[in-house]
């Protein structure tokens, strides 16, 4: 078979000069035209797929990282997924063209079993030039991993949101903590707050707002962190124990076993034996001068049921060690939006565990703290006027970790 150029050849010595020369470049353009214009269009499309697949990463990105504020919040799969979608979507993410599949924790990779969000976005592309050789779209890609990480942990950390004071320590407090950092959440400018002759030692103070101290703290961090991200509510996942109906009474009782109570009023000294008591109805009150003890108890105050110890009891309550419940000792209604518990007593007194109020506030005013100093408060507020020594080393009594000062980076 003769070669294009050898017939290109022939096809011009066939012609007389000039004017069928010029008929023939005409011809030889006209033919060539489509592949020169195709050959250029494909370059400009190049280019735009490439800024297009430049822009579906920064949705990935922006998705991602959004997910994983939600997941620091403490957010469910289905807020986070929300959250994510709602990202790419602001950022012009076409999902009639497009899919986005989100995960918590990543399915792939280097995080999968890390506290991380994965997000996936696929995308049609659309062809100008080249849709005369191909009518199919084109595929693109983009893949983007935030990586939470959890630089502290607190023996302390106020949820609200907004409060002022949000974790007070005044009077003549004397408080020091080990291992362990104060959290707020509030974007207060005064969420912690440190007044009067009260003294505090800690790793470090860590508010999403402000911090306002009178006097100074002992810190092992240069200075407090403020505009921090807030911290997830660390018991998010542990669920309401159940009700019982009716509620029973108790009449001065020298002991009690678990079950749902009318309130409780201890005037005389009392043991519980081990596991779940209700307070349904009424408070949770110790009196002057009694003894309360008891190992292996978890107090749950349903609806707007409160604590309040008086300053001459003396308490000794520590939290279960496995199970459900493992190192929570108190836990308040979530759907209890105001007021607040006193925790009061002598200086014998330990209360070891969590003191879980979510939305109420924790009036801590006692000379104690739990079995090596291990408690933790977690509630809306908090505010401590009272002596005590506290360690964050407590997981050999069934306690979990509380996180503080998350950060977020894109790591893949």
């Known amino acids: 078979m003769e070669s294009c150029t050898r017939i290109l050849r022939r096809f011009l010595r066939g012609r007389p000069q000039g004017e069928g020369t010029r008929g023939n470049v005409a011809i030889i353009f006209a033919l060539t035209l ?3 214009v195709g050959g250029a269009g494909l370059g400009v499309e190049t280019s735009y797929w490439y800024y297009s697949s430049l822009k579906l990463q920064a949705v990935a990105d922006t998705a991602a990282y959004a997910g994983a504020l939600e997941k620091v919040s403490g957010s469910d799969n289905a807020t986070i997924v929300s959250a994510a979608t709602l990202s790419a979507t602001t950022n012009n993410f076409d999902t009639s063209t497009g899919t986005i599949e989100v995960f918590a924790p990543p399915t792939s990779g280097a995080y999968v079993a890390k506290k991380a969000i994965e997000v996936i976005v696929h995308q049609n592309l659309d062809r100008f030039f080249t849709s005369i050789f191909s009518q199919s779209a084109v595929g693109a890609r ?4 935030a990586l939470i990480t959890d630089a ?5 950390d106020a949820l609200d949101p907004s409060a002022s004071k949000a974790a007070l320590f005044s009077g003549s407090a004397d408080l020091k ?3 362990c950092v104060i959290m707020a959440n509030s974007i207060a400018p005064d969420a912690i707050k ?10 470090c103070l860590i508010s999403a707002g402000g911090v306002s101290l009178s006097n100074p703290v002992t810190m092992d961090c240069a200075n407090p962190m403020t505009q921090a991200l807030p911290a997830a509510d660390p018991f998010a996942d542990l669920a309401a124990p159940a009700v019982a109906k009716p509620c029973k009474n108790a009449n001065k009782p020298t002991s009690l076993q678990p079950g ?4 409780l009023t201890l005037n005389n000294d009392v043991t519980l034996s081990p596991g779940v008591y209700v307070i349904d109805g009424g408070d949770f009150n110790v009196s ?3 003894h309360v003890s008891g190992d292996g108890v978890i107090i749950y105050l349903a609806g707007s049921s409160r604590v309040s110890m008086n300053g001459t009891a003396t308490v000794k309550l520590s939290a279960p060690t496995s199970g459900t419940y493992s190192g929570v000792l108190f836990y308040g209604d979530r759907a209890n939006l105001g007021g607040s518990n006193t925790f009061n007593g002598t200086a014998d007194s330990l209360l070891t565990g969590a003191l879980y109020f979510p ?10 703290s739990g079995k090596g100093g291990c408690t933790q408060v977690v509630a809306g507020t908090i505010q401590w006027s009272g002596n005590a020594s506290v360690s964050q080393d407590c997981t050999s009594l069934g306690m979990r970790d509380i996180p503080a000062a998350p950060s977020i980076r894109l790591v893949e």
Do not use: W
């Not at 502290?152 to 302390?156: L, R």
């Open 359 to 368: 939305k109420q506030g924790v009036d801590y005013l006692g000379n104690f």
């Open 34 to 36: 489509p592949i020169v």
């Open 260 to 263: 749902t109570y009318c309130g």
């Open 177 to 179: 903590l080990t291992g």
């Open 142 to 145: 983009a893949r983007a991993v």
């Open 194 to 203: 440190l007044q009067g002759s009260a003294k505090l030692q800690v790793d």
């Open 152 to 156: 502290s942990k607190a023996c302390m």
């Open 288 to 290: 002057s001068n009694v």
